[in-house]
């Protein structure tokens, strides 16, 4: 199913307004933390198109020590992210693991213990895919006091009636009341 959410030509740069939101969110998280040795995990990482574009623009300022990784499930889409990353500017990692699984935090802290901080991604589809739930547990579980989360809720192509779909809308609200979207940048 790799075709279906890979295109080679859909993120090329930082043109659209939602990229370069995630790149200010993300440029605020660390500047509340200057000079710390920061982790960016992305979970759900796909084909690292969107993060490599953000992490890039944030690489081009030369003002943080960024290493990255990506994480997912599919191998196809591990191999997919390393021909995107190929020629990445930063530092970066993919690991070929299911964030779900119960030994996956103790891989985690073992991968990222030597860092200050801590900024989890969930881009595109990932986070609505999920039980919400369970992996706000996870999360719980996982990260640090100072760690942020930043979810993208923008990826789904449709509304459906299903449960998804009020997520959805719900999430959409939350983003459009600029106090609430801060909420998502705030330590867990």
């Known amino acids: 199913g790799?075709?279906?959410?890979?295109?080679p030509n859909k993120v090329t740069s930082l043109l659209s307004f939602d990229h370069i939101r995630i790149a200010q969110l993300l440029e605020n998280a660390l500047n509340k933390k200057p000079g710390a040795k920061t982790a960016v995990i992305s979970l759900g990482c796909g084909s690292c198109q969107i993060d490599k574009v953000v992490l890039e623009h944030l690489q081009e300022q030369g003002k943080h020590d960024i290493a990255f990784f990506g994480v997912d499930s599919s191998i196809a889409m591990i191999q997919k992210a390393k021909e995107v990353l190929?020629?990445?500017?930063?530092?970066?990692h993919l690991i070929y693991a299911d964030f779900g699984a119960e030994n996956f935090r103790e891989q985690l802290k073992k991968i990222t213990g030597d860092y200050d901080l801590g900024i989890y991604l969930f881009f595109g589809k990932t986070f609505g895919n999920?039980?919400?739930?369970?992996?706000?547990?996870v999360l719980y579980n996982t990260l640090n006091t100072e760690d942020y989360v930043?979810?993208?809720?923008?990826g789904f192509d449709t509304i459906t009636t299903n449960i998804l779909s009020k997520?959805?809308?719900?999430?959409?609200?939350?983003l459009e009341n600029p106090n609430e979207a801060d909420f998502f940048l705030g330590p867990l």
């Open 150 to 154: 930043l979810l993208d809720i923008g």
């Open 167 to 174: 997520l959805f809308e719900r999430y959409v609200n939350y």
């Open 2 to 7: 790799v075709d279906l959410y890979y295109n």
């Open 130 to 137: 999920l039980n919400q739930g369970y992996i706000s547990d």
């Open 86 to 92: 190929r020629d990445a500017t930063f530092e970066a």
